[in-house]
């Protein structure tokens, strides 16, 4: 879906579609010589990051494998609180292997810090994050190589994978939802994802 079909719903288009492949391509060879060439597991984090994980994956100039975690994030008056319930696990052993965490936005870091610590009790070889969007004020994660597509300011992302209330992920850019959606004439009340 392009942005035309919804463009009174988006305040803005962030990262259009050639820019966001642009960067995937580039993302892919970082983590590649990273890795020295070796065969990662890519384990993309259902459903924001599906996309991303299949084009980081084809843009991957080696082999890869990829596993997929579904989890739920819980927040409280619009603030992640770090609790999560895994809804689909990872059926790849790791133990030995590196591990590169795919996931389509950082928005607070709470989730993405319980998946670090979550996978690293499952003994890889290495961890490392690649996120195609990180927004403000994100904790960072020292001991973990990190990869970022794009810093991005607040607000509702959608596109590219990324929803809201299951809509929008067939959108091919990145663009910020707009507070009011004209065809709903609802106010949205965005909960933070991590």
């Known amino acids: 879906m392009d942005a035309s079909h919804v463009a009174d719903e988006l305040e803005a288009v962030i990262l259009t579609e ?31 990051a599906a996309t991303f994980t299949v084009d980081l994956a084809r843009a991957y100039p080696g082999q ?3 596993g997929w975690m579904a989890i739920k994030s819980y927040s409280t008056r619009n603030r992640a609180s770090g609790s999560v319930r895994v809804l689909k696990d ?12 795919v996931d389509g936005v950082i928005d607070t870091g709470l989730t993405m810090t319980w998946l670090i610590s979550n996978l690293a009790q499952r003994n890889p070889a290495t961890i490392s994050v690649c996120a195609l969007l990180r927004k403000p004020d994100v904790a960072r994660f020292d001991d973990t190589p990190t990869h970022i597509g794009f810093d991005v300011g607040p ?9 809201h ?11 910020v939802l707009a507070v009011e959606t004209p065809s709903k004439g609802t ?7 991590a």
């Open 18 to 48: 050639d820019q966001i492949l642009a960067r995937v391509a580039v993302l892919a060879v970082e983590l590649y010589q990273d890795l020295a060439g070796r065969t990662p597991v890519l384990v993309g984090v259902l459903g924001g």
């Open 64 to 66: 890869v494998e990829i």
């Open 90 to 101: 990872l059926d790849i052993d790791i133990a030995g292997r590196d591990v590169v965490i």
């Open 155 to 163: 607000g509702l992302i959608v596109g590219y994978g990324l929803d």
């Open 165 to 175: 209330q299951g809509r929008y992920r067939n959108l091919r850019c990145a663009a």
């Open 187 to 193: 106010r949205l009340t965005p909960s933070p994802a």
